[in-house]
């Protein structure tokens, strides 16, 4: 697999390269906070700065997301997880690079929302115990919501301690919107994403095989869904409502979104 070198030491057996951050994840990592500079100086095109900012910031959130995933069923018994390379934070390693990362940051660029991206493939067998299955689902969803209330927190008090220029807040306030949508997206109950995998262990066998039927097409329900006038108008209130609650100042998600569009300025 790429990791088997010669005097590697070996953690529960398998070889402690296969636990190290890929260069890919370093260079997304080392891009987000260039960008952040950039944009908190005003460097160059502000515009095309804060869109380097959120879309690195939001690659960067989906390779935790999907290494939370990752670990947990590492922790939980598939051993080779290790060995697909999920643990090195490498986005190019999940299943679907299209579905994965691509596609994400086509809608996060046109609808300003953080769709579901990334897939770890897991080995399901290797894990006992339906409680365990749900853990390794609900991983992945419990990383947005943290880095939700992370970001939330640094707008609300931010801005007050160190002031700064309005374009990085908003590059933050959009980057906190997108992980609170991804957050209710990922907690859905859909076949395929994770609030369906996360209740799919506890169904009975006959419903489990009707779930299983329609997974593979959960992204297409999820457009579906939100295609319909009335459920994608009940899901953005409640996003909406929720965003009020948290605190997070719309007027900087709406402009960081008009931002991120630097070819229409």
Known sequence: ??????????????????????????????????????????????????FLFVVSGWLVSLCLHEYAHAVVAYRSGDRDIAHRGYLTLNPLKYTNPLLSIVLPVVVVLLGGIGLPGGAVWVDRHAIP??????????????????????????????????????EFWAGVGLLAFLQLTASVLNLLPVPGLDGGNMIQPWLSPAYRRMYDMFAPFGFILLFALLWNPRIGGWFFGAVFSVADFLGLPPQLYVLGRELIRFWQG
């Not at 299955?133 to 160190?162: D, E, I, R």
């Open 129 to 166: 115990g339906r409680l365990r299955h749900t853990l390794v689902s609900l991983a992945g969803p419990a990383t947005n919501v943290l880095f939700t209330l992370l970001l939330v927190a640094v707008l609300l008090t931010g801005p007050q301690l160190v002031g700064g220029p309005l």
């Open 1 to 50: 697999m790429g990791y088997d070198r010669p005097g590697d030491r070996l953690v529960l057996g398998v070889p402690r390269a296969a636990f190290r951050p890929s260069p890919v994840f370093l260079a997304l990592v080392a891009l987000f906070v260039a960008s952040g500079v950039l944009t908190w100086h005003g460097f160059g095109n502000v515009r095309f700065d804060v």
